[in-house]
């Protein structure tokens, strides 16, 4: 794919191969059901991973992609929370319209309609990431707040808020660990 | 009361499903393929910055220089300096004709300065060059003390050039030469007294029947009577008494004769006829035919050994000539035997 990693680096098809079905999992999270966006972060996430090549060891590779992952996703769905961002995403729509490819991709879509997936994407881009964090991820406000470079109290009134949506929508959040 | 479905739970279970269907396979290699495209061209742009830096500057420099030094544009022999949009030239043979537009040209070897007046033809011509037809405007720049100089030649001389700015006007059998600044000396191509010209004086040709007893050619407008025309004649310059005041051909006719020749790349003939003339013009005509004959033997012709020793026998016939600069740097040229021997 390209030239050869620094010595004692992490080779970089291999880590490919070993996580691109993780990260694309993880971008899924956010993605409320388009593959392409979850692509396009998978993408980006392996670029950052080649630019930071020299740094990247086998043993701690997992969690700097599941870090990355995050808060390139993060970034992305506040990037789009903006006006300019909500004219891109309808002229991206229009390019590159959303069906599903394949009928069994279909019938998961279906399935998530009524599902803990569908109340996730229902809610604002950044409640959306710090609840993912806390309720799939067992993060606690701190390392949520450490991980996206945010204040514990923005941290927490985004996931008070968010458990009160969910509330309301009938789902049941236990209280988030400080 | 209400009971509520536990979120984390069944998000858990739904992101289980999800991990374990994994990346589809057609996404897991439409990323792989963009990562390629992506990355590959980030691998080639990994040199390091200073060598684009450098290899930009070497560029603007190398750019710079070649502005300033390579050579202008070769138009005819001639250097192009500047040209009017409109210009439109054409090549004869080795006439360069401007019919419209306006030129400045620079002749490299003499120096010479061209800008057209209207319509004109010009040659190149070692040492020098020919105004065939048409009016232009000549500078030559000021030349050390010692040193040949630059050659103008028209229908009817040679205007010798040490540093000045002037005007000439050549039409069908005749023309004019106006001097703006320094100093010209014209040498009537059929022999007779140089006229030497000042500024704001003009001087017509062809000129008046040379008079039995050789004296200067009055220039048309007649300067002050206190302004010299010229330094007199030159006793080795006059006619001598037992030529032929006619030969077969006017010194007139007998150059377009040769025109004629060069023009239509008759060189051979062209050289036969100077041959010719040497025997049967006058005297003082026959340096400046000798020096034609050589440079025609050495630049049209290019037989080095014709040419040496023709050079040879000028050399002997003209000693410290007129043309004896250019004689040298012909020999030079050809690598002709030193001492005046021929090959």
């Known amino acids: 794919m390209s030239p050869g990693p620094p010595e004692g680096a992490v080779s970089f098809e291999a880590l490919y191969d070993a996580h691109a079905d993780q990260v694309f999992v993880w971008a899924m999270r956010y993605a409320r059901g388009r593959r392409s966006w979850a692509e396009d972060l998978t993408h980006d996430v392996f670029v950052k991973a080649w630019e930071h090549r020299a740094w990247l060891r086998e043993e701690d590779v997992r969690g700097w992609l599941f870090r990355v992952t995050q808060n390139l996703a993060f970034t992305a769905l506040r990037r789009e929370s903006t006006l300019a961002g909500r004219l891109q995403s309808a002229v991206d729509s229009l390019l590159r319209p959303e069906t599903p490819s394949t009928p069994e991709e279909l019938l998961a879509r279906r399935q998530t309609v009524d599902s803990a997936t569908s109340a996730l994407d229902r809610l604002p881009p950044q409640e959306r990431v710090v609840m993912a964090l806390c309720t799939m991820d067992d993060l606690s406000q701190r390392e949520i707040a450490q991980l996206l470079s945010l204040s514990e109290g923005y941290v927490s009134k985004l996931l008070s808020r968010a458990r009160a949506r969910l509330l309301s929508w009938g789902w049941g959040v236990d209280d988030v660990a400080p | 009361m209400m009971s509520h479905r536990d979120f984390r739970a069944e998000l858990k279970q739904e992101e289980a499903l999800r991990a374990a269907r994994g990346m589809p396979a057609s996404a897991r290699h439409a990323v792989r393929l963009r990562l390629r495209g992506t990355l590959q061209p980030r691998a080639r742009w990994a040199i390091p910055r200073w060598i684009w830096v450098g290899a930009f500057t070497t ?31 054409r090549q004869h043979a080795e006439d360069l004709e401007l019919e419209k537009g306006q030129a400045t040209l620079v002749d490299a070897e003499s120096g010479i300065t061209v800008r057209n007046q209207g319509p004109l033809v010009l040659r190149h011509e070692s040492g020098g060059l020919r105004i065939v037809r048409g009016g232009a405007e000549l500078s030559v720049t000021p030349r050390p003390k010692g040193s040949a100089p630059a050659v103008v030649r028209v229908s009817d001389g040679v205007i010798e050039v040490l540093g000045t700015h002037f005007t000439v006007q050549q039409w069908e059998g005749g023309g004019t030469v106006t001097l703006h600044e320094g100093s010209i000396r014209f040498v009537p191509a059929r022999g007779g007294a140089e006229v030497r010209l000042h500024p704001g004086q003009s001087l017509k040709w062809p000129l008046p029947e040379e008079p039995v007893v050789p004296g200067p050619m009055p220039p048309i407008n007649e300067p002050p009577a206190s302004a010299p025309l010229s330094h007199g004649p030159r006793p080795s310059r006059a006619k001598p008494a037992g030529e032929p005041k006619t030969p077969r051909l006017s010194a007139e006719e007998f150059l377009r004769e040769v025109d004629v020749l060069r023009s239509r790349k008759d060189f051979e003939a062209a050289a036969r006829l100077l041959e010719e003339g040497l025997r049967t013009q006058p005297p003082a005509m026959r340096e400046l035919l000798s020096f034609e004959l050589g440079s025609l033997l050495t630049h049209q012709l290019r037989d080095p050994r014709r040419a040496c020793a023709h050079w040879a026998r000028h050399e002997r016939q003209f000693v410290r000539g007129r043309y004896e600069a250019e004689v040298s740097q012909a020999q030079a040229a050809l690598d002709c035997p030193r001492g005046g021997r021929e090959p």
């Not at chain 2, 603007?60 to 040209?83: D, H, I, K, N, Y």
């Open chain 2, 59 to 89: 560029a603007m420099v190398a750019l710079v220089l070649g502005r300033v030094l390579l050579p202008r544009e070769a138009l005819g022999g001639f250097q192009l300096v500047s040209a009017s949009r409109d210009l439109t030239t």
